[in-house]
Nanobody, 119 residues
Framework: QVRLVESGGGLVQAGESLRLSCAAS????????MGWYRQAQGKQRELVAI???????NYADSVKGRFTISRDNADNTIDLQMNSLNPEDTAVYYC?????????????WGQGTLVTVSS
């Protein structure tokens, strides 16, 4: 069973930075893509940033130029560096992983970490 452990959420003021980390552990043969989604109160979950096994990245328009996703393939970890945070970034951030376990592709979600940005 694959498990994702997230860390790094918290309360910051507008303009400040935070770094989220996510580590995948368990029976993983290879990771196809791994990334972050977020869900603000009363809104649908949305993609924030994602990185493929080959290193290609994709970002939501709202975070381009402010957030950077990075990946360590050796450790199956990803980080999300979030700069110039604003109150609209307040949400629960979920780590996501789409991986191959020798037989099939599966997806798994983390438990979520809260990011609160005060004005």
């Amino acid at each position: 069973q694959v498990r994702l452990v997230e860390s790094g959420g918290g309360l910051v003021q507008a303009g400040e930075s935070l770094r989220l980390s996510c580590a995948a552990s368990g029976r993983i043969l290879s990771i196809n893509r791994m990334g972050w989604y977020r869900q603000a109160q009363g809104k649908q979950r949305e993609l924030v940033a994602i990185v493929t096994g080959g290193g290609a990245t994709n970002y939501a328009d709202s975070v381009k130029g402010r957030f950077t996703i990075s990946r360590d393939n050796a450790d199956n970890t990803i980080d999300l560096q979030m700069n110039s945070l604003n109150p609209e970034d307040t949400a629960v951030y979920y780590c996501y992983c789409y991986y191959f376990d020798r037989y099939k592709y599966l997806e798994v979600w983390g438990q979520g970490t809260l990011v609160t940005v005060s004005s």
